[in-house]
């Protein structure tokens, strides 16, 4: 078979992978990339195991046909849901040269530096909380780390919506940090475990102890995959680098261009597309 070269695919289900793509075009900006937000069906957050996995896999199927050798899903709800039964059960039958990573390992991997009393918090949608996916990582990583998670079904909505930054969203970023703390006075760090959330970071700042600090994954996904680039020569020789990237969706392109402005702070040329 011969190897697939092109561009680095980053697909998430909505809007919020637009922050770690953008943390990663800033580490990597020579390589091409495609973005693909199934924002017709977003939110994956509230779905079940089998639709998240269904819709991740079609997804990722799509960056296959568009060239890409090298898919990231820069969403937690399909890193947790979907992207295990499509390393080990899809992945060899579609492709066996072709790789496809998520942002909860790398996550993981920085938070035993990173914590001092080994007590860490998780805000993230209510289908990464419940799929234990992080405390799963993080024990295999540091066994002496304690995670605890609480659900913020109403945080993608207030930054979908443009709210992130209207005093009514202040309410419901204390609700759930207050939550947490409550849960587990100890906690030192806290893992944003919802590409959204970075946008609502002054809120949760603000709502937040001084001493308890913020893990965005961004700049850590943006990390690792330099790092699996620079170990994986034959990986990196079959990312195109023309410094490209090109926006896809599953929903109107005039609402994508709107959200994009709001998360990349720029105007983007976007096509509609369908999966199936």
């Not at 060239?67 to 899903?73: A, K, S, T, Y």
């Amino acid at each position: 078979m011969l190897s697939t070269t092109g561009p680095i695919g980053i697909f998430d289900s909505g809007y919020g992978g637009l922050t770690i793509l953008d943390k990663i075009r800033k580490l990597l900006p020579q390589y091409d990339y495609i973005y693909l937000g199934d924002n017709a069906r977003t939110p994956y957050g509230t779905r079940s195991f089998e639709v998240v996995y269904e819709f991740t896999l079609q997804a990722v199927r799509k960056l296959f046909e568009l060239g890409c050798p090298l898919v990231i899903l820069a969403c937690n709800t399909a890193s947790a849901k979907a992207l295990r039964s499509i390393q080990q059960n899809d992945l060899p039958h579609i492709d066996p040269s072709r790789r496809v990573l998520g942002v909860i390992r790398p996550t993981a991997e920085c938070i035993g530096e990173l914590t001092v009393s080994r007590h860490v918090g998780l805000l993230a949608t209510a289908g990464t909380v419940k799929s234990q996916s992080y405390p799963l990582e993080v024990r295999k990583l540091y066994p002496d780390v304690q995670i605890t998670g609480v659900a913020c079904p109403l945080w993608v909505p207030l930054v979908e919506n443009n709210e992130f930054n209207s005093p009514g969203a202040d309410y419901f970023v204390r609700k759930y940090i207050d939550q947490l703390l409550e849960q587990d006075p100890e906690i030192d760090t806290i893992i944003l475990g919802c590409t959204h959330y970075p946008l609502l970071m002054d809120k949760i700042r603000q709502f937040t102890p001084s001493h308890i600090r913020l893990v965005a994954q961004g700049e850590y996904v943006a990390r690792s995959l330099k790092d699996y680039l620079s170990r994986h020569t034959d990986m990196r020789t079959r990312c195109t680098a023309g410094s490209s990237c090109e926006f896809l969706t599953t929903e109107s392109v005039d609402k994508f261009q709107e959200a994009a402005s709001i998360f990349l702070h720029q105007q983007v040329h976007v096509r509609s597309i369908t999966l199936e």
